[in-house]
């Protein structure tokens, strides 16, 4: 995992973008101009992104887009698994290994706002488990932790 702070952003966005594309096509689905302009404002950071900040940011570039447009925009994205939705901060953020579907588990940092994906192996089949023995069928899962990060902690654990 790269320091948050110290580390190039530009080739996370354009990691992303890249893989966004393997995906899509291997999927057969179109990423659209307009779906990659997201997918990039999304990623403009590691902080997730409300719906309305991706509005606003896209109103700067010139013609401010229909907001359902965008939202559809999120919500192809989502479902793609190139972005995960953060509930309880009702925002968006890049999805860095977008290759298989996969629940989201996230560290966020209540200082920075940047959010650290985390891949715990078996977790999300073991909340299945649970649920089932609940009689509980699960619709979707994402695991949020909230905390400070080790940037803002000032540590050097990488
Ligand atoms: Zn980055
Ligand atoms: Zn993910
Ligand atoms: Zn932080």
Redesign the pocket.
Known sequence: MPSRSR?N?QK?IRDAVSAAERICVGRGVRLTPLRRQVLELVWSS?APIGAYEVLELMAGDGARPAPPTVYRALDFLKTEGLVHRIETLNAFVGCAHPEAPHDAQYLICEACGNAVELEIDGLSRQIQKAAAREGFSVGGQTVEVKGKCGDCLGSRVS
């Open positions: 580390h952003h996370c590691h």
